[in-house]
T-cell receptor, first 109, second 115 residues
């Protein structure tokens, strides 16, 4: 079993839909990162979370430390949101960064 | 700030040649990471530095790979000799206070093709 599991692996939705991407992990962590990789290849850090919730524009990230689960939400999705969204956790035991496999999101106009 | 700067953006070379990838981290960042991304394996950490010192190089595939950080503003990843299986996108990332959970800032990557 992977230490970081993302779901779904692939998600196709219509423009305007509310999107949820999930990340579950099985290790103790000190922080969780959400990153976005566009089709062109560039990787952008979206959020770093250690507790609670963060919001940036139409993006919202939440984390439940007890349940070892985080979600990334996109409100009023747009085709330009199409990208791969990656969850990564910073382990609190050895400070290794463990990466999820990514969720490929396609938003159709 | 210009962000993390990597060069070259694309590199095509023949098997057996030496390849050098370059990275300039964001000024003031004390952590620098080298990642490799392939379709099969996703993002893999190769090595990371803290204050120019290599901390964890357990991800470096083999002796053909070496990385240096001679000063706070420059790092290189060298492959000698290169092989077709080294073809991938290589990303450099930097961070400040990474162990406190600060964000990672990625460069645009170098797409390496070894023929």
């Amino acid at each position: 079993k992977n230490e970081v599991e993302q779901s779904p692996q692939n998600l196709t939705a219509q423009e305007g839909e509310f999107i949820t991407i999930n990340c579950s992990y099985s290790v103790g962590i000190s922080a969780l990162h959400w990153l976005q990789q566009h089709p062109g290849g560039g990787i952008v850090s979206l959020f770093m979370l250690s507790s609670g919730k963060k919001k940036h524009g139409r993006l919202i990230a939440t984390i439940n430390i007890q349940e070892k689960h985080s979600s990334l939400h996109i409100t009023a999705s747009h085709p330009r949101d199409s990208a791969v969204y990656i969850c990564a956790v910073l382990m609190d035991s050895n400070y290794q960064l463990i990466w999820g496999a990514g969720t490929k999101l396609i938003i159709k106009p | 700030d210009a962000g993390v700067i990597q060069s070259p953006r694309h590199e095509v070379t023949e098997m057996g040649q030496e390849v050098t990838l370059r990275c300039k981290p964001i000024s003031g960042h004390d952590y620098l990471f080298w990642y490799r991304q392939t379709m099969m394996r996703g993002l893999e950490l190769l090595i990371y530095f803290n204050n120019n010192v290599p901390i964890d190089d357990s991800g470096m595939p083999e002796d053909r790979f070496s990385a240096k950080m001679p000063n706070a503003s420059f790092s290189t990843l060298k492959i000698q000799p290169s092989e077709p299986r080294d073809s991938a996108v290589y990303f450099c990332a930097s961070s400040s206070s990474f162990l406190l959970g600060s964000p990672l800032h990625f460069g645009n990557g170098t797409r390496l093709t070894v023929t």
